[in-house]
């Protein structure tokens, strides 16, 4: 019982929209931001289905987040604001309704 991992987690919500690797060592520190290859959606303890934007190095990572929901290459849209999930890719949505709030 003397184990100590921790498990990574989804830090607060991204400002950023350059489609770049989000991952940070620690809360606060400078994000990887090297352009992002894969785009896991995971179901985050603390936000529910969460997008996230990982470099190849640390899509690992992203995925142990939570519980992988689904995963695709970042292209396109992803990462924008309005966009919807889908198996293939992030696809424009008219709706105005936020991913994983349908
Ligand atoms: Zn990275
Ligand atoms: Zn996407």
Redesign the pocket.
Known sequence: MTERYVRPYVGPESTEHRGV?L?APNPGESI?A?DATRHVLVDSPTYGPVGLA??G??VAIARATGRVLGEHPFAGVCGLPSTRWSTEGCDLDASGVEPGRG
């Open positions: 690797c991952y990887c090297v990982s470099c190095d640390h």
